[in-house]
């Protein structure tokens, strides 16, 4: 079993940035992909951004390109989502996953495990 802890979140004016946390325990393996996905009032979950451990391969959601970026720290066991210009639209319930499994991947069904979800709210 792994579990996942987000942290982070809050509220936000459009424009700023936030940092988000995902930090990791229990089993760890030595190849997996982390991903971030949120999910809006009444939207469905959607992928944001994953990463693979190792190497460091990263993909992104259109909408977020150039905005977003995922990163980790190994020594950690930590993910983190540095959001910067948020735009109204961004606000959601933001989670973390993890897929034991080489190969970076966007589908929500492919994710093994899944944190609790922080809040970010971005107001205008």
């Known amino acids: 079993q792994v579990q996942l802890v987000e942290s982070g979140g809050g509220l936000v004016q459009a424009g700023g940035s936030l940092r988000l946390s995902c930090a990791a325990s229990g089993r760890t393996f030595s190849n997996y992909v982390m991903g971030w996905f949120r999910q809006a009032p009444g939207k469905e979950r959607e992928f944001v951004a994953a990463i693979m451990w190792s190497g460091g391969s990263t993909i992104y959601a259109d909408s977020v390109k150039g905005r977003f970026t995922i990163s980790r720290d190994n020594a950690k066991k930590t993910g983190y989502l540095q959001m910067n210009s948020l735009k109204l639209e961004d606000t959601a319930v933001y989670y973390c996953?993890?897929?034991?499994?080489?190969?970076?991947?966007?589908?929500?069904?492919?994710?093994?495990?899944w944190g609790q979800g922080t809040q970010v709210t971005v107001s205008s």
């Open positions: 996953a993890v897929k034991n499994a080489y190969g970076l991947r966007k589908a929500l069904s492919e994710y093994d495990y």
